[in-house]
């Protein structure tokens, strides 16, 4: 009876996304009469960040500074639709919605400001920082607080722009059965030492190393933060969490959080989180979906160490203490 | 039911209702006072989410009676910032992005404050042990744990 040590590494391949019916996001872009932008979404934000980087591509494309910008995602009953928050969708489908959206927005804006500088649209520029300038001659511009004043009071004009990002239904090849799912993949690999108790089954994870390839980090910070809570939410997976320990039975399935269990701040694995951007093609400003695969390639690393430690494959999840033994017991029976 | 009168301090101002006889703290203060910075995650006692400070005790709202705080000083994370000054544990809970959907975040602060209150300099053992009660399902706790101990180590350099 000892404590046996195993390494284990796993790979994934992970869809932004999801392809049923098609799967579109549309996004509304309107200026305020001082000049700020609202962004009007059903997609919601759970604590993932949806409203900050929304906000930030918004302002990107319009050419303002992100606090210019609100994004109200207040009502999925009278919002443009979007099929929801999940599968790592939000940032790509939602984001590429806004672009669009901001785009027609911006082009009514620089149309006024044209008729106020009295130039062509196409000669004009913005500065980031809430001013459109005349390109070669920045000592002509006007403020965007003004230009929409003068659309709002002067010019009758809506500075809007409508968005709307599909991938379309992808249907099966007859012949082959090939489908594109989707057009966009994040990558991850995970390494993962653990120990394991033989005698109690019972596993500690001491390491787990993360790569995770996402596009573009719109907002690297976020970014990390999802990456850290998604790490430790694959340990999570891996080892603890489920509601029925003996599916399809439901006995002993876990009803509190003294019986669900999680693992705790005492629990934590050393985590290290490295990002590698290749930003996507069709993804906005090369984002791709990072949110739910961060999770997932933790749950096979910890397999295959397991694996590597005491030589049994476990196949069902969660890697409890009694899955151990019982395939300790049966290799030895072999 | 009968009603009860509870009369108490809450972030420095005098609270008094009527309510039924057995209602939580964390009901009273939700639903009755308006404060609705304490969180029910299980009212079991068994999330975190509804800590809340009584008398310099950290206490699980959702366990204790209403009725039986009656002349106690009641401190929650609403009452945390002065005059929109947020308190050096809010701080550093946003400079470590220790906050993502944001529903353990108050009851975490609870229990890092009373930690710090009792406690200026912890170890990281200590910091865990201090979260040990409250669960979070999004950041995976080490944002957290940095988060005290950043407003830990503020603290010391402002007694400094
Ligand atoms: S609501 Fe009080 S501990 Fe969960
Ligand atoms: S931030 Fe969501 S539960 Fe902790």
């Keep these: 009876m000892a404590i046996r040590l195993g390494r284990g590494v796993a790979a994934i391949n992970y869809p932004t996304g999801m392809n049923l019916g098609g799967d579109p996001t549309q996004a509304l872009v309107h200026s305020t009469p001082t000049g700020n932008f609202m962004v009007t979404l059903s997609s919601v934000d759970l604590g993932q960040g949806m409203k900050q980087i929304m906000a930030q591509i918004c302002a990107e494309t319009i050419g303002v500074p992100t606090d210019r910008v609100v994004v109200d995602t207040a009502d999925t009953d009278t919002g443009p639709h979007c099929m929801g928050t999940f599968a790592s969708r939000g940032t790509h489908r939602a984001g590429n919605a806004v672009i669009q959206a901001a785009k027609e927005a911006r082009q009514v804006m620089l149309e006024v400001a044209a008729e106020e500088l009295e130039v062509n649209a196409s000669d004009l520029e913005t500065d980031g920082q809430g001013n459109i300038l005349v390109k070669g001659a920045p000592q002509k511009s006007i403020s965007i607080f003004d230009v929409a004043l003068s659309a709002h009071f002067k010019r009758g004009r809506s500075i809007s722009g409508r968005g709307m990002f599909l991938i379309p239904r992808s249907y099966p090849e007859k012949e082959t059965g090939a489908m594109k799912p989707s057009t966009c993949y994040a990558h991850a690999c995970t390494v993962a030492e653990v120990e394991v108790d033989d005698e109690t089954g019972e596993v500690t994870v001491l390491t787990v190393k993360n790569i995770f390839e996402i596009g573009r980090a719109l907002n690297p910070k976020m970014v990390e933060q999802q990456l850290v809570g998604g790490s430790w939410m694959g340990i999570s997976h891996a080892l603890y969490e489920t509601t029925e320990p003996y599916y399809p039975n439901r006995d002993h399935g876990g009803t509190d959080f003294n019986q669900y269990l999680m693992p705790g701040p005492g629990d934590l694995a050393e985590t290290e989180i490295i990002v590698l951007e290749r930003p996507s093609a069709d993804g906005p400003y090369g984002a791709k979906g990072p949110g739910e695969m961060c999770a997932n390639p933790q749950i096979p690393a910890v397999a295959n160490a397991v694996f590597d430690a005491v030589g049994v494959r476990i196949d069902t999840l969660p890697i409890t203490p009694e899955r151990i033994l019982r395939a300790l017991k049966a290799q030895a029976a072999n | ?160």
């Design chain 2, 1 to 160: 039911m009968a009603k009860v009168p509870v009369q108490f301090t809450l972030n420095g101002s005098e609270k008094a209702e009527f309510i039924d006889s057995g209602t939580t703290l964390l009901h009273a203060l939700r639903d009755k006072i308006g404060d609705t910075s304490p969180k029910g995650g299980c009212h079991q006692g068994t999330c975190g989410a509804c800590s809340v400070i009584i008398d310099g005790e950290l206490r699980l709202s959702c366990l204790t009676l209403a009725e039986t705080c009656n002349g106690a000083v009641i401190t929650t994370t609403s009452g945390l910032s002065e005059g929109g000054v947020l308190h050096p544990l809010q701080h550093a809970f946003l400079d470590t992005f220790a906050t993502q959907c944001g529903f353990c975040t108050p009851g975490m602060i609870m229990a890092a404050k009373v930690l710090l209150d009792h406690k200026p300099n912890p170890s990281r053992d200590e910091v865990v042990e201090a979260l040990s009660g409250n669960i979070c399902r999004c950041t995976g706790y080490e944002p957290i744990i940095q988060a005290v101990l950043h407003a830990a180590r503020a603290n010391s350099q402002n007694a400094a």
